[in-house]
């Protein structure tokens, strides 16, 4: 049973940080590249960023470039986003997502989703 579980949201000031983490389990984790969506109120679940299988490849959405950064930890079995920088339009439920084939943007790419965890960024 493939399991994604997301921690490390919470509420953070306008140009605050936050750290998210993914842990995963059931899953052989170095085969998979791995991925962050974020879902605002109203709004679709959007791109945030991916990571190739062993960490040589990573993408961003504009609208995070130069803020966040994803890592990857093969031997831990675990994602991480680094976000720097926040804004008040990355008030989100972010989500990690395992995919093996497909594009990394796109979230028909991902058959194994986590619950994903609140981010809310105050101004």
């Known amino acids: 049973q493939v399991q994604l579980v997301e921690s490390g949201g919470g509420l953070v000031q306008a140009g605050g940080s936050l750290r998210l983490s993914c842990a995963t389990s059931?899953?052989?984790?170095?085969?998979?590249?791995m991925g962050w969506f974020r879902q605002a109120p109203g709004k679709e679940r959007e791109f945030v960023a991916a990571v190739n299988w062993n960490g040589d490849n990573t993408y961003y959405s504009d609208s995070v470039k130069g803020r966040f950064t994803i890592s990857r930890d093969n031997a831990k079995n675990m994602v991480n986003l680094q976000m720097n920088s926040l804004k008040p339009e990355d008030t989100a439920v972010y989500y990690c997502a395992a995919m093996r084939f497909g594009s990394y943007s796109q979230r028909l790419s991902y058959p194994y989703w986590g619950q994903g965890t609140q981010v809310t960024v105050s101004s």
């Open positions: 059931g899953l052989t984790f170095s085969s998979y590249g």
